[in-house]
């Protein structure tokens, strides 16, 4: 009977995952994650202290007849045949299969399931937005706990972190499409007014700083396109401040600096559009996020704020790109 309902509930997995894979629903690892570990769990209790008791119960009373019957054929005069049993009893205790894919697993799903919601947690950048910080293919490690610890799947913050600071890249739930996870830099905490006209950035009235870098090299299109880094102050405060995040950015002359085509997302009547960029004022509770790959990025200008709750953690490391090494190291 367990088998039977063991094999329908890795079933039912496989056809979650596959359908994700596939295209044909929108998947959510994290509640997947979370159900697996529920699942093998309840599995690995049952082990503990009902299947594997009840396996041991059974090679005690073939022992105890087995020591029975010896006793017996002794009494007839008779030399019992001495049964091996060692193997015996590593054959009837071995776990079913129902188990070695449920109970078996528990320990390994757990631990992914904490590292992951609390600790840390893998990405692989898909495109080129934030270039020339991060290319299409490194892998990233990204902080969980950083902005304070959130609860899985829910998303809900239960400790308090360090503060979100301008400068830092951030993977967040995209507001548009929650099931999608984004990284972009943060630009705006709330209070800003942040700017972006003729491709000058502003914060709170004062012009950021962009110095001209040698050109970037991008190996897909076989081109140079224009690098400056830019100099973003860290303090929440809305004055000036001397403590600098400085990080590349691109921009191409032929790109124009109007937005087109933005979202009627949420508090965008604090925002003001013209053929020069755009002003925002950044809502309370809510982040203003923009590529490094200034004209190659859809980020906040298109569809709006980032609201606390979209969190995911502060991205930290490049661990691998498969395809450079030299790519391994912190992210600035």
């Not at 972190?161 to 890249?169: Q, T």
């Not at 090299?217 to 081109?223: H, T």
């Not at 980020?299 to 709006?304: F, M, N, P």
Request: glycine residues 6%.
């Amino acid at each position: 009977m367990m088998s039977v309902i063991t094999a329908f509930v890795l079933g039912a997995f496989a056809t979650y995952i596959g359908s994700w894979y596939l295209g044909y629903i929108e998947g959510n690892f994290a509640l997947l994650l979370f159900l697996a570990s529920v699942v093998t769990g309840i599995y690995w209790l049952a082990e503990k202290y009902y299947f594997l008791p009840a396996r041991l119960k059974n090679v005690h009373d073939l022992q105890t007849q087995a020591q029975s019957r010896d006793a017996q054929l002794r009494s007839l005069g008779i030399t019992p045949h001495e049964a091996d049993m060692s193997a015996l009893h590593e054959e009837v205790v071995r776990q079913p299969w129902w188990l070695d894919w449920t109970a078996g697993l528990f320990p390994v799903i757990l631990l992914v399931f904490l590292l992951r919601s609390f600790l840390f947690e893998p990405f692989k950048i898909p495109s080129g937005s934030m270039i020339p910080t991060l290319l299409v293919g490194d892998l990233i490690l990204v902080n969980k706990f950083h902005y304070g610890v959130r609860l899985p799947v829910i998303n809900k913050k239960v400790t308090e972190g360090s503060p979100v600071e301008r400068g830092d890249v951030m993977v967040f739930r995209f507001p548009p499409k929650p099931s999608l996870d984004y990284i972009k830099r943060v630009i705006g905490v709330p209070g800003d007014e942040v700017s972006y006209l003729n491709k000058q950035l502003t914060i709170n009235g004062v012009p950021v700083e962009k110095k001209a870098l040698p050109e970037f090299f991008e190996e897909d299109s076989l081109r140079y396109i224009k690098q400056f880094s830019e100099d973003l102050p860290l303090s929440h405060d809305q004055q000036p401040t001397s403590l600098l995040k400085t990080h590349p950015l691109l921009n191409e002359d032929e790109r124009p600096a109007f937005v087109a085509g933005a979202d009627n997302f949420k508090y965008k009547d604090q925002c003001t559009y013209s053929v020069e960029g755009f002003v925002c004022k950044v809502p309370k509770g809510h982040y203003f996020m923009m590529g490094d790959n200034r004209d190659n990025s859809l980020d906040s200008r298109y569809w709006g704020f980032v609201p606390d709750e979209n969190i995911v953690g502060k991205a930290i490391f490049v661990w691998m790109n498969f395809g450079s090494l030299k790519r391994i190291g912190s992210i600035n």
